[in-house]
């Protein structure tokens, strides 16, 4: 009986489960179910009534996830071939920060009658973000009380993590609050119940929780709110470990909720993003990996801190254990792509894509796979969701200029595509001058693989080697690699995570290598870029907030 | 027998008459005539071959003026029952600076045998291009010599214009130049055949061929190619006469030419755009005609000369007579909407429009009518062609900002409709800042008639009313308005231009009234506009240059 890992990667639709050999990471099986309610944003469906949501509402119920692990693990394994007793550890990782308040036995209050139809009980997903208000809260009190951690977090709470959304429970309804005996991400609530152990883990608690060796004081709770204070003595006293730690074993109770053998190693949770790195053999410092879907996430570890303004977090264990992690990325690389395919086409290449059975994005990529760099005389400031790094803006908005009467879909699209690359380079750019080494660049996910004429273009923005990950399993792989070093080599794993990672990882299947003239052409633009870059995101001129004060103005009349 | 009027207009592909009554203006019957060879812009059809040309010109056959000519006037007379001895004059416009050289007698060289295969012996249309290289010598010659006349023109010489396409000739077939009897534009031309008078008018010799009373000096001249000196005393002697004067009358062999009576009174030629502000009842200061079609051209008259900056020509007699008429535009307007229906659009709005059997641009004007300023969250600059006034700039483009994932092809096409009539305002400020009085404006052409909210937005960012030309032949009409005035009051026209306008023009079908809160919004919006106008229009950041230099050097290296 060959040991195995199984990794289980909870998303936002579903979760996915991977069993992984340990000995060289070959991925043998795999299952997904979905999660019977999805997201609930619009309304709350309770065991007695559905409750209609306000606008910026995003919910989950925490029993679609425990539907999905009695089911996921057993299939994967079936698809394997294997048999529970050969795996020696699990790992998990979740969308975060998404986060349900308990019992002190891990019970999810909204499942309490009493609880069920308050809506402020149930899971609130990482996209709720009814608690912008909260989160401007906050910001503003750290801002007054001159706070240092902000300095981690370029200066910014998002209304996606912790506290706010718990200030907004607390704000709105009190009782919650009060009955809680722990507000937990579901990555670490599953672990509780699988282990019958509750931890939190570094990642999470650093990115998501203002967590650095501690939380933030009780005298800046206090200020937030009084009832506050105590929040972390009261609940979150768990201890925080660093990712990749053993959290603990199945209990019996554990193995009947996910299908595997009790005394199985558990390694704490992880975060979906971040957990990716060792799958990708990516266990060292300087090493960029870059999520790249609808936004971007980039992840890069390091031997020591170095505050970096314009990041979204500088987390010590965040990525991988015993170095200091920094996250930043673009606002959106993917969703812009998908913006432009539905907004800024020719008929003749609507008529193209349905005759050829492509989406019109198809036929972009391959057109711009036909020009040069600067051929298509436009440029493009790719904000169409804000600037998130290094600007942490979402006030700002795109720009296309040098538009003429030839100007073509393509060209407008192949500029978009550079302004990504463009916006890749500045974050980079932007580490490195604080002392951060970038020194590799990984990509990984469905546009990575999917646009070659895309990555090019990012490898000769960049000026770097672009390596595509091997494997579309990054999440649940990464959860698996990790189970194997919680496991330690005593029991079929590996003792340091750097060995998991050479054994179990999966190398890149392609690099894009920069080209020297495309580079030198593309360093000409980019000077372009930092001009506008600056002008309209760093106050030169706010026009692009006029225009949302004015567009938010126009519409709130009408409605 | 009622008297008429006869208009024919000649434009780029046919020649339509007009007969007109001249009591009431009634427009009684039309007639068109397409020209066989259209323009020959890749092949120069001639009677023994067909010869290739260059990139950028634009050439057409003198002779399908006369076929034209032959059968419009003759067909209009039938279509309007009426008979040749009704008619008490005669007007022309013509496309301008339209040009050719010819023999003492008129007789075009182009069809002398010896020149019937030399390109530069044929008639060079307004939009031959190819003597861009002439006009920059011209401008830069003028420049050094410290020219005064450059000030009447916005600095700058078209190379649209006379003295380009005859440099050009003189130094690429200097035989042609030197067998040329005149250069002349063909309005003048064809008044020339009807008459048997050889005039130049006012309006084409002030804006196309720097005419101010005499041409530029013989030093000027001399300074360019020695070979000119002497091109006004020998080429160009022929009287530069005032717009509407009567330039002579229908000799037998122009009765021959058009269908009418000999003895009929003809006026000077005229310019298709200019001649229409009678036919319009514009015959005073202060009232703005807009031609808005692919382009713009803004045309209104002063008592007074003023230096403008920024204008295309200022000019004594140059829209009515006794008044200097100031012209300016947009380098694009209905371009600038058809290329944003080529490419910028939804594959539902593409649908949309398929299903309902409508132009794209339909579907947009519809859905534009439903938002209100500012709602789009877009600003657009309108510079796809260039700006013509009053940066007189080519090398600028177009640019959206305020583009989000929300934003819809609606939003971007109505900011980039705002965004002509903000340049329109700009025109209009520019003017009035010198001392020129705009105090009422006239919209003539196609988009004027079939789009109501695209007048709206117009009326209220430049807060006047927009009164909408009431008839469609603006160009014949004007036309034949001139030719009342030119037969006089003593056979059947009228002694001023003013009476006959008012009593042969047309009024508007329709006024669009500026909304205060509206009005109130562009301004703010207009503050946005003129600050991005100012920053990559007036070099604040020449991005938009260096992106067309490296479109340029991209394509070239391809090429």
Redesign the interface.
């Known amino acids: 009986m060959e040991p195995v890992t199984v990794g289980v990667d909870f998303g936002t639709l579903s979760a996915r489960a991977l069993v992984v050999r340990t000995a060289d990471g070959a991925e043998l099986g795999t299952a997904v179910v979905p999660y019977r309610h999805g997201v609930m944003d619009a309304v709350l469906v309770t065991p007695s009534r559905e409750i209609p949501l306000p606008p910026n509402w995003a919910l989950q119920d925490p029993r679609d996830y425990l539907d999905a692990l009695k089911t996921v693990i057993p299939a994967a394994l079936a698809d394997a071939g294997a048999v529970p007793e050969q795996a020696v550890g699990l790992g998990v990782d979740f969308t975060t920060c998404t986060l349900l308040p308990t019992r002190p036995d891990g019970f999810p209050l909204c499942l309490e009658p009493r609880f069920e139809n308050e809506p402020h009980a149930w899971v609130k997903l990482w996209k709720h973000h009814a608690s912008q208000p909260y989160a401007d809260r906050i910001n503003a009190v750290a801002a007054e009380r001159g706070e240092s951690w902000p300095e981690r977090y370029g200066g910014k709470v998002s209304s996606e993590w912790m506290f706010p959304k718990i200030l907004e429970t607390l704000t709105e309804a009190p009782e919650v609050y009060e009955e809680a005996y722990t507000f937990i991400d579901a990555a670490d609530w599953i672990v509780w119940l699988l282990t019958g152990c509750e931890t939190r883990n570094s990642c999470i608690a650093g990115y998501k929780a203002l967590w650095c060796g501690g939380y933030p004081s009780e005298d800046f709770f206090r200020a937030l709110d009084p009832r506050m204070e105590h929040i972390v003595r009261d609940k979150l006293a768990a201890p925080v470990l660093s990712v990749g730690t053993l959290a603990g074993e199945l209990t019996e109770q554990g193995a009947a909720l996910c299908g595997l053998a009790s005394g199985t190693a558990v390694s704490v949770g992880h975060t979906d993003a971040h957990v990716v790195a060792p799958a990708l053999k990516i266990a060292r410092p300087g090493v960029m990996l870059d999520l790249v879907g609808t936004s971007s996430t980039m992840l890069v570890s390091s031997e020591s801190y170095v505050p970096v303004p314009g990041v979204c977090g500088i987390v010590k264990d965040g990525i991988l254990p015993g170095l200091w992690g920094y996250e930043a990325g673009l606002g959106?690389v993917g969703?812009?792509f998908g913006?432009f395919e539905?907004?800024?086409?020719?008929?003749?290449l609507?008529r193209e894509a349905e005759s050829r059975e492509l989406s019109?994005l198809a036929v972009l990529t391959e057109r711009i796979a036909e020009?040069?760099?600067?051929?298509?005389?436009?440029?493009a400031l790719n904000w169409?969701?804000g600037n998130r790094n290094p600007l942490g803006d979402g006030d700002l908005?795109?720009?296309?200029?040098?538009?003429?009467?030839t100007?073509?879909?393509e060209d407008?699209f192949r500029a978009l595509v550079e302004s990504t690359a463009f916006g890749t380079r500045i974050i980079i750019e932007n580490l490195r001058s604080h002392g951060v080494a970038v020194d590799e660049f990984v990509a990984s996910g469905g546009i990575s693989r999917k646009s070659p004429p895309m990555m090019q273009i990012w490898a000769d923005v960049i000026g770097m080697d672009i390596q595509i990950a091997g494997t579309k399993e990054g999440p649940a792989k990464g959860s698996a690699v990790y189970a194997a070093y919680a496991a330690g080599a005593g029991r079929g794993g590996y003792g340091t995570l750097a060995e998991a990672a050479d054994h179990m990882g999966t190398g890149p299947i392609r690099t894009y290598r920069p080209d020297p003239a495309r580079k030198e052409?593309y360093d000409?633009?980019y000077r372009?870029y930092l001009?506008?870059f600056d002008?309209?995101g760093r106050g030169g001129?706010d026009?692009?907030k006029?225009?949302?004060e004015?567009?938010k103005?126009?519409?709130g009349?009408?409605s």
Chains 1, 2 share one sequence.
């Not at 539905?342 to 003749?348: K, V």
């Not at 908005?397 to 003429?404: E, Q, R």
């Open positions: 959106c969703d812009a913006w539905r907004n800024c086409l020719s008929p003749e609507v019109p020009t040069e760099p600067g051929e298509s005389g436009v440029m169409w969701n908005s795109g720009l296309f200029v040098g538009l003429t009467l100007t073509t879909p407008m052409a000409a633009l372009d001009t506008l002008y309209f001129n026009v692009m006029r225009l949302l004015m567009k103005k126009a519409r009349k009408k």
